[in-house]
């Protein structure tokens, strides 16, 4: 398993809900622990079945038919459900399921989330009983909770936690609206404008008294208190889950060795930018370039010298072409560039002071001092209907055209 898929694999386990995968099929293929522990079933027990197995027919073919729904139209599904489990409890549950596809945008299967609400619902109820179990709820959970009156929006009550949160006092922020404080957003765009609706569940951000924007997983329930529509938020700090999501995010686009794009984020983005250039009738160039002899550098000097090696050309690449352009390593020893707004000349030229840059370069590992050279070809966009396979097909025959010649040069496709 490769680093990006172990870094998901554990931040999915890592998740508190309840996750499952199933394919088009509707078999199951995975699920994380607290599904299993959710349901009761093993998850070398659960791979391979479908709900009909696992579930009394009824619940099975209600399921069945929001799968096939969610795989005809690709939209996502959320929706709540009372869940019969094995050991004969049930459980009141918010499903959110989403299709997953492929890098061409066909649909390979569903990934859902469950939501317990069970003990929301039962907190709920308590609430509209009790006062007092309203103030348990308030100062005991380590949750932030935070009541508001519905009509006024003004901010009734808040917990410990959610004054630790905010980095508030509750005097600072009780009587006033809860957008003005907590939420950074307008009273008009507020996702709770139906005093009927049951609850809203979504990311957001709220505002620390220092003005940092903390990102947050809120749940809203309106109610009836004290004979007023209040809504009740609940939130949690979920800063480090974004660091991880944007750390894997960053791993799903760049190379691990050099740090540049890789190869399928590369031709992403160069489609981006080739799209850009038909359109407006803008210059755009191609560089495909890799090492010569590079096999000798792994033989005779070790393959960490060789990575070594591609480290340091990637930083040369980094020094020579603009941060607009695209550099991204295509695999073994060739890397290709995508020159926004520069035609071919301009690459040319550009592309020769990398091949001078490399070729004076002393490249230092555990005292072996490696020199080696590169060999370019360039396509430019020439105003037709290119697309970016043929540009870098052109390039690539430029390369090649580079490597027969003697390699250390850089051709240009005329």
């Known amino acids: 398993m490769n680093i990006e898929a172990h870094l998901l694999h554990s931040f999915i386990e890592q998740i508190p809900s309840p996750v499952f995968v199933k394919n088009p099929d509707g078999k199951y293929t995975g699920c994380n622990q607290a599904f299993s522990s959710m ?23 209600k399921c069945h038919q929001k799968d096939l ?29 989403a299709p997953l596809r492929d890098e061409n945008g066909r649909i390979t299967g569903i990934i859902g989330v469950l939501s317990d609400i069970t003990e929301l619902l039962k907190t709920e109820n308590a609430l509209n009983e009790s006062n007092e179990r309203l103030e348990t709820l308030l100062f005991m959970l380590p949750v932030g909770i935070i009541m508001i009156d519905y009509e006024t929006r003004l901010i009734l009550e808040m917990n410990p936690y959610a004054v630790m949160i905010l980095g508030v006092t509750k005097e600072q922020v009780v009587g006033r609206k809860c957008y003005e404080c907590i939420c950074p957003i307008k009273a008009g765009s507020c996702p709770i404008q139906d005093p009927e609706m049951e609850i809203d569940r979504s990311e957001g951000e709220l505002i ?3 003005g940092e924007r903390i990102p947050v997983f809120k ?9 007023k529509t209040v809504i009740l938020q609940c939130f949690q700090d979920i800063s480090d889950i974004k660091k991880l999501e944007n750390q894997l995010k960053e791993l799903a686009r760049t190379d691990f060795l050099t740090g540049l794009f890789n190869r399928m984020f590369f031709f992403d983005r160069a489609r981006q930018e080739l799209s850009r250039s038909l359109r407006y009738q803008r210059s755009l160039s191609v560089v495909v370039f890799d090492i010569d002899y590079f096999k000798r550098i792994n033989d005779r000097f070790g393959h960490p010298a060789g990575d070594a090696v591609l480290r340091r050309i990637s930083s040369l690449c980094r020094e ?32 020769e002071r990398l091949r001078q840059r490399v070729e004076s370069e002393i490249i230092e590992d555990e005292e072996k001092a490696i020199r080696c050279t590169i060999s370019l070809g360039i396509a430019a966009y020439t105003g037709k209907a290119d697309d970016i396979d043929s540009l870098m097909k052109r390039a690539d025959n430029e390369l090649y055209r580079a490597k027969n010649s003697g390699r250390n040069r850089v051709c240009k496709s005329e």
């Open 39 to 61: 349901t009761g079933i093993a998850r070398n027990q659960l791979v391979g079945k479908t709900v009909f197995d696992v579930n009394d027919p009824e619940t099975a073919e």
């Open 69 to 97: 729904e969610l795989l005809k139209n690709g939209t996502r599904q959320r929706y709540k459900w009372r869940l019969a489990l094995s050991d004969g409890e049930s459980r009141d549950v918010i499903f959110e399921k």
């Open 208 to 210: 620390h008294a220092s």
């Open 219 to 227: 749940s809203a329930i309106t109610m009836k208190f004290d004979g």
């Open 320 to 351: 020579v072409f603009r941060q607009s352009d695209i550099i991204g390593r295509l695999g073994g020893e060739e890397f290709g560039v995508i020159l926004v707004e520069c035609d071919l000349q301009q690459a040319g030229i550009v592309a």
